[in-house]
Each structure stands twice: as structure tokens, then as C-alpha cells.
């Protein structure tokens, strides 16, 4: 019970550092980024030719993951999205998924499609406690995601930069009024976001072991979902989201059945919309008329 | 005034037949291509599943463009329809040996499961607005995948026979056969599908469509779409509307599952995931949001796409991601459209110059 409630957590943190990613993007550029899923999966093959290919150690490694990330980050933001700063939504979700296809075809041309065994990074011993064994991978991601959350947190409430961020996404016009250069903020939440993103893959593939250039899709999903939870826009409601839907994943698989687990988050997430429309920490949007 | 109305009215008439027409044109041009033998293999295999996406492109349509609301689970309601259409196919093997006659029946009963389906998913998913109507469509049709994904499903003497367990949970009766098994899905299907079939339902479609949106309930999701508060105002039940459109949706896509998966000989349910959701909604996007004419162009041309690009092999899918992004970029930049436009102008001049 209590090892499942671990794991849930350390599911639901990976789960919560891509939702981060996706409501930070959301909450400034008001659009859905469907390749955030394959930056992930850019991110874990980064990892893992550092670390298998070249011979590099574990921190250099997803330090140079991290930095590849961000500036695939802010080049996808320059090239295929800031064109469409005026356009509908709906044009930007479809250029999106076109990064996606992009992203993923790439992976399957530079690595091919047969799976990647991807090594261990986190060689430290599991922690027992009387007889509960917690394997070290999900005490480095519970760490991981709690460090992050911490940082972010002060970073938009006390930073000059994070404070420039809260205003772009509260009023994009009032913002470039006060002086804030709105283009250099999006560029930076999308490094910011890609970066989480790079994270989020090496320990998403540390705890799941098999690299594949669709890694990325499925995960990517999820966090959406977590984020969605949540309530979009949200930090603390993507963190919120992303671990409450790890534990449900986690418990519905142990529980109830592994085939229909993801039937099952997808079901509870249908229902908190239903019962609160905006997400769980989500902003009540006054209907204008 | 009624002049002018009547010009309108008789404009939308004579755009409904240009696209009647074109479907006809090409069904004849296809045929006779096909009965001379000039059609290549691959592009013969590919007429039932062009027929089944420009199905699911109209009526996804209908959802995007005329109603104004996004789903991302159109790809569910297809895969509700698909296995509907399998099973009564297979089950009626019997009782009903004249193949057509079955597809009909298939097709019929898929869109009526589909449309139930969609009824369904409707009430809850149309409460919500926006992007977070878009990520319940979403879940729904991940949902939808995931119980197709453990569903078994057998017929014998008795009737048909349901678990969610196993094959042998089943409890067939000696000479029953299972028709779906689980994540495998439906095996040894008969072909049913003809090209015929799927050009009458495409003009089926197109009818019902064009139709709605030129009629009273049509004006109403128009209205809905357009300024949703205006519209309650002035006494227009948008929940009602709204189900309508999403339903007749998902019994059109449904219909498309069951011509789809009768053209095979077996049928995942994996094949109708987010990517299939996605793929349609790219149809759409690219023909045009509320434009029937650009759907059907853009799910034809963009099914047969990757196997024009079969020449660049491997790198097809990079080529159609890139050829995707570039169509967004440059349909949604000003510049570049008023570049391509004087660019389609000077040419037209110079071919009807040549021409005289």
C-alpha cells in the first residue's frame, strides 16, 4: 500500500515537471504545445548518447540534456511559433503537432525506431525503512520535482524576469506598455518549459527504462492531463495535477487493472472537470457579456 | 431584399452541387481508371480509406467549423463505429449472406452506436468551453480506445457473448467463433467495403451538411458558435443544438469506422488513437475551418501524400511535418499569402495569354 502510494508519487512528480512545462507555456502564449511531449523524448536520447556513446557522467550529462533542450526550445519558439503570435489557436495547435511529427521523425531517422536501453543514472542505494524498500530513482524524482517547484515558485514571485512573466500572461498589451519585451519572455518560458522538459526525461526513462522515438507522445499526454487537472495556467495546480495523477495511475494499476488504467485517470479527470469546470486550482473566469 | 436572398440561397445551392459534382466526377474518373487497369495497386488500396477520412473530415467539420468547438477524440467515435460494423458483419454472416445488404446494415447500426456514443460523451463534454472542452474530447476517446483495448467479443448459437476479461471468459459454445479479441482486435473480417459504398456515403454526408446548415437548427449552431450569450439571449436552447451537432458528428464518423474497417481483413483498436484524432483534425484545419469543399480536398490529397513522398522513403513523414508547418506558416502570414496570390494571378495571366 504504502510502496504503491510511493511510486504513485514518484510517477506523478514526473508527471507534474511536464505539466509544469505545458501551463507555464500555456499561461504566456495561450497555446497547447503538443511537441513538449517529444522535447522529453529529445531530452532522454540526449542523456543517453552522453552517457552510453560518449562516456560522459551522469551530472555533465543531464546538464548538457538540459542545455540541448532549452535551445531546441527556443528555436522551435522562433521558427515555428512566433510567426503565428496573431493567428488562431487552432493554426498554432496544427503547427504544433507538425514540431511533434517533425521532432519524432527525426529521432526515428538520427536513432531508429528499435527501443534504447536507456543506462542507469541514479547509482545510489535503495532507501529500506522496516520493510518497505524505496528504490532510489524515485527518491532522486520525488527531490527532483519538489527542488523545482521551490525554484520556480521564487523565481516568478521574486525575480525581475519571473515578475516580467506573470505580467506578459495576466495582459500581453499592458505588459509591452510597461516596458517588459513580451517576444524575449516567450522565448525564455519556452527555455524554461523545454528545460523542465529535458529533466523530465532522463528520470521518466531512469524509472522506465526503454528510449524509443515515440517515449515522448504518451507521457506528454498525461501531463497535459495533469495540467488540465490542475487547472491550466497554474503552477502549484500542475504540480497538484501531476501527482494526484500519478497516485490514481498508479493505484488504478494495482488495484483495479493494469489495461484499464489509463481509462480509469482519464474517467476521474472527465469527472473533476465536470464537478469544477476551471481545474482544481484553477482562476474562475468571470463570463463577460 | 428577397432578391438578394434569393441570390444567396441559390449561391449556397450551386456550391452544394459543384461539391456533389466533384465527388461523382472523381468516382467516375476512378472507376474507369480502375476498370481500364492505368490505376498503380497502391493507389487502388487507398480509394475505401480516402472515401472513409473524407467522411471523417466533413464530420469532424461540422464540430470545428460550423459548431466552433474542438475535439480531439473525433478518431473514438470512428473505432466505436468500426467494431459495431464488424460485429454485426460477422455475427450476420448467416442470416444475411448478401454481402452489400450486410454493409448497409454495418454501416447503419456502426453510425447508431457511434451517434449513442457521442449522445454520451455530448452532455458532459458540451458544458465545458474552450481548451478544456478539447482535453475531455481528448480523454474520451483515449477512454474509448483503452475498454475497446480489453474488449472480447464472440458469437455462437445463443447470440453474442461480451467480457472484458479474456478469450475463455467468454463461454462460446462449441462452434462459435470470437470476433474481437482484446488488443489483438478484430481478425479475419470479410471485405465488405466497396468504393461505391464509401462515394454514396461521402455524398450522403455532404447532403445531410449542407443541408443543417441552411436550415433553422443549421442558423442556430451558426448563432451559437458566433456569440454563444447572444444566442441564449434571444432563446436558442444551445445545449440542445450543440448535442445535435456533436452528435450527428459522431454518427457520421461512426459510419466511416464501419466502411474503414471492412475494408481490411483485421482491424486494432490501436489504429484509432490521438494520432487519428489529430490526422483528421490537420484535415480540417488545412481544407479550411467550415469549408466542406477543402475538407474533402485536403483528407484526398493528404492520404495519398505519403505515398507520393515514397520516392524520399525514410524521410517522408519529415518531409509531410515539414510541408505541414510550412502550409500553417505561410496560409496564416499576410505577407507571404499576398506574395503567393500575385504569384497564382500572374500566372493564370500568362496561361490564358498562351491560351489566346
Redesign the interface.
Known amino acids: 500500500m504504502l510502496s504503491y502510494l510511493i511510486n504513485g508519487i514518484s510517477l506523478g512528480s514526473v508527471y507534474a515537471i511536464i505539466a509544469l512545462g505545458y501551463t507555464m507555456v500555456?499561461g504566456i502564449a495561450k497555446m497547447?504545445n503538443f511537441a513538449h511531449g517529444d522535447v522529453i523524448m529529445i531530452g532522454g536520447y540526449m542523456a543517453f548518447c552522453s552517457t552510453s556513446y560518449w562516456g560522459w557522467p551522469a551530472v555533465p550529462s543531464v546538464l548538457f540534456s538540459i542545455f540541448v533542450c532549452t535551445i531546441l526550445g527556443i528555436i522551435i519558439e522562433r521558427l515555428?511559433y512566433k510567426?503565428?503570435r496573431e493567428?488562431?489557436s487552432?493554426?498554432v495547435?496544427?503547427?504544433a503537432?507538425?514540431?511533434s511529427?517533425?521532432l519524432q521523425?527525426?529521432a526515428?531517422?538520427i536513432w531508429s525506431s528499435n527501443p534504447k536501453a536507456f543506462p542507469s543514472m541514479i547509482n545510489l542505494p535503495n532507501l529500506v525503512i522496516g520493510d518497505i524498500q524505496i528504490s532510489s530513482v524515485a527518491i532522486v524524482t520525488i527531490a527532483a520535482s519538489i527542488i523545482i517547484m521551490i525554484a520556480l515558485t521564487l523565481f516568478t514571485s521574486k525575480t525581475r524576469l519571473g515578475k516580467a512573466m506573470r505580467a506578459v500572461s495576466e495582459d500581453k498589451g499592458a505588459a509591452q506598455l510597461m516596458g517588459i519585451n513580451v517576444n524575449a519572455t516567450i522565448s525564455m518560458t519556452f527555455a524554461i518549459g523545454s528545460g523542465l522538459a529535458a529533466i523530465a526525461g532522463v528520470l521518466l526513462c531512469s524509472a522506465y527504462p526503454t528510449l524509443m522515438p515515440t517515449t515522448g507522445?504518451m507521457p506528454g499526454?498525461k501531463a497535459?492531463?495533469a495540467a488540465?487537472f490542475g487547472g491550466?495556467g497554474s503552477i502549484p495546480g500542475a504540480m497538484l495535477g501531476g501527482i494526484l495523477l500519478g497516485i490514481i495511475e498508479i493505484f488504478a494499476k494495482a488495484y483495479i487493472?493494469t489495461?484499464?488504467s489509463?481509462?480509469i485517470v482519464?474517467?476521474v479527470?472527465?469527472i473533476v472537470?465536470?464537478v469544477k469546470?476551471?481545474?482544481l486550482l484553477g482562476k474562475k473566469m468571470p463570463?463577460k457579456? | 431584399m428577397s432578391d438578394i436572398k434569393k441570390k444567396k440561397h441559390s449561391k449556397q445551392t450551386v456550391n452544394a452541387f459543384i461539391n456533389y459534382g466533384i465527388i461523382i466526377c472523381f468516382f467516375i474518373i476512378f472507376q474507369i481508371l480502375d476498370s481500364t487497369g492505368t490505376l498503380g495497386s497502391s493507389l487502388k488500396g487507398q480509394l475505401i480509406p480516402i472515401c472513409s477520412y473524407i467522411v471523417m473530415a466533413l464530420s469532424l467539420n461540422l464540430v470545428?467549423g460550423i459548431s466552433g468547438e474542438?475535439s480531439l477524440g473525433h478518431a473514438g467515435f470512428m473505432s466505436v463505429g468500426a467494431f459495431t460494423g464488424v460485429i454485426v458483419a460477422q455475427s450476420l454472416a448467416e442470416s444475411v449472406p448478401n454481402g452489400f445488404i450486410r454493409l448497409i446494415l454495418a454501416l447503419i447500426i456502426g453510425a447508431l452506436a457511434a451517434g449513442i456514443a457521442g449522445v454520451l460523451t455530448g452532455i458532459?463534454v458540451l458544458?465545458?468551453?474552450g481548451?478544456?472542452l478539447?482535453?475531455?474530447t481528448?480523454?474520451?476517446g483515449?477512454?474509448i480506445k483503452?475498454?475497446l483495448?480489453?474488449l472480447y467479443v464472440g458469437v455462437d448459437a445463443k447470440g453474442l457473448h461480451f467480457s472484458?476479461k479474456d478469450e475463455v471468459s467468454l463461454h462460446l459454445e462449441p462452434g462459435g467463433k470470437t470476433i474481437l479479441s482484446?488488443?489483438m482486435g478484430a481478425l479475419g473480417i470479410t471485405k465488405l467495403s466497396t468504393f461505391f459504398a464509401g462515394a454514396v456515403l461521402i455524398l450522403l454526408v455532404l447532403f445531410y451538411i449542407q443541408n443543417l446548415v441552411n436550415s433553422r437548427p443549421g442558423r442556430a449552431i451558426a448563432a451559437i458558435r458566433d456569440n454563444r450569450?447572444a444566442a441564449e439571449a434571444c432563446g436558442i436552447p444551445v445545449t440542445k443544438y450543440k448535442l445535435m451537432a456533436f452528435a450527428s458528428s459522431a454518427a457520421m464518423a461512426g459510419a466511416a469506422g464501419a466502411l474503414y474497417a471492412l475494408n481490411y481483413s483485421t482491424v486494432v483498436p490501436k489504429k484509432f488513437d490521438?494520432n487519428t484524432s489529430?490526422l483528421i483534425?490537420?484535415f480540417v484545419?488545412?481544407g479550411g475551418?467550415g469549408n466542406l469543399r477543402g475538407s474533402i480536398i485536403a483528407a484526398a490529397l493528404l492520404t495519398v501524400l505519403p505515398e507520393l513522398l515514397r520516392e524520399f522513403q525514410?524521410?517522408r513523414?519529415?518531409v509531410?511535418?515539414?510541408v505541414?508547418?510550412m502550409v500553417?506558416?505561410i496560409?496564416?502570414?499576410e505577407k507571404a499569402m499576398t506574395t503567393v496570390r500575385g504569384m497564382m494571378d500572374a500566372f493564370w495571366k500568362k496561361t490564358r495569354k498562351e491560351a489566346k
Open positions: 500555456y497547447l515555428a510567426p503565428l493567428a488562431s487552432l493554426a495547435l496544427i503547427t503537432i507538425g514540431v511529427y517533425f521523425n527525426a526515428l531517422l507522445a499526454i497535459f492531463t488540465v491550466i487493472s489495461q484499464l489509463d481509462a482519464f474517467a479527470l472527465i472537470l465536470i469546470p476551471t481545474g463570463e457579456v | 470545428v474542438l458532459p458544458r465545458l468551453r481548451d478544456y478539447a482535453i475531455v481528448l480523454a474520451f483515449e477512454i483503452n475498454v483495448n480489453c472484458l482484446g488488443p450569450i490521438f489529430i483534425l490537420v484545419v488545412l475551418i525514410d524521410y513523414m519529415l509531410y511535418a515539414i505541414l508547418i500553417m506558416l496560409t496564416n502570414n
